[in-house]
């Protein structure tokens, strides 16, 4: 089975800092892999997947991530934040090769803009 | 509007009562999910269903019961629950039959059990 460690539990940043956020995933097969928003009552939202092709991903909102499949990570980045993100973030991972496959998630990681 | 609609959004509920949630997708998909968001702890998944049929049940206690009776809605009927499933209830759907489909949520439904 598989799982997935976020280093960081809450985060707080300036405006106009740079993000970077830790993902890191236990699985021996391939996987899909996904960041997850959820913005204060709000419902979750797909901010960017992985599937295949090129690693470095981009997402909605500026935000992107890059797989390293030798590290078995998936770091959320964003060169520069803004109030609005902040959200409760989540990282997951679904098998490859299943069709209607849950999901599995990390903790998430509670951030926080100030202006 | 998510596409995904959980009703209620909210409910109190004593340990002998017996309940619903309900979860409609508006998205043409065919697979869905229950999930288990607590307080300092991971989603944990707990039903999935595609084409209508369960297709995971992650040791789930019997005192949760899905239904889905098209692919459009899923309910989770509760009866006898204990004050730890207290949580945010999710609902998601997917386009299963491939593993490139990510799945979208619904709002979620909040239990607290007394």
């Known amino acids: 089975a598989q799982s997935v460690s976020q280093h960081n539990h809450h985060v707080i940043l300036s405006e106009a800092a740079s993000l970077e956020l830790g993902c890191n995933y236990s699985?021996?097969?391939?996987?899909?892999l996904f960041w997850y928003v959820q913005y204060p009552g709000q419902h979750l939202q797909l901010l960017l997947k992985?599937?295949?092709?090129?690693?470095l991903v981009k997402g909605i909102k500026g935000f992107e991530a890059e797989f390293i499949k030798s590290k078995f990570s998936f770091n959320l980045r964003k060169p520069s934040v803004q109030w609005s993100d902040t959200a409760e973030y989540f990282c997951?991972?679904?098998?490859?090769?299943?069709?209607?496959?849950?999901?599995?998630f990390g903790k998430g990681t509670h951030l926080i803009i100030q202006p | 509007e998510t596409g995904v609609t959980q009703t209620p959004r909210h409910l109190v509920m004593g340990m002998t009562n017996k309940k619903s949630l309900k979860c409609e997708q508006h998205?043409?998909?065919?697979?869905m999910y229950w999930y288990k968001q607590s307080a300092k702890k991971p989603l944990e998944l707990m039903f999935v269903?595609?084409?209508?049929?369960?297709?995971e049940n992650n040791s789930v206690p019997s005192r949760f019961s899905p239904e889905c009776p098209n692919s459009s809605h899923l309910f989770l009927h509760l009866h006898t629950l204990q004050p730890e499933d207290s949580a945010l209830y999710l609902c998601?759907?997917?386009?299963?039959?491939?593993?490139?489909?990510?799945?979208?949520f619904g709002p979620g439904t909040r239990l607290t059990v007394l």
């Open positions: 998601a759907s997917s386009l299963g039959g491939s593993s490139y489909n990510e799945q979208f």
């Open positions: 699985y021996g097969g391939t996987v899909n």
């Open positions: 992985y599937f295949s092709g090129d690693p």
């Open positions: 997951a991972v679904k098998a490859k090769g299943g069709g209607a496959d849950g999901l599995t």
């Open positions: 998205l043409g998909h065919n697979a």
């Open positions: 269903y595609s084409l209508e049929e369960r297709v």
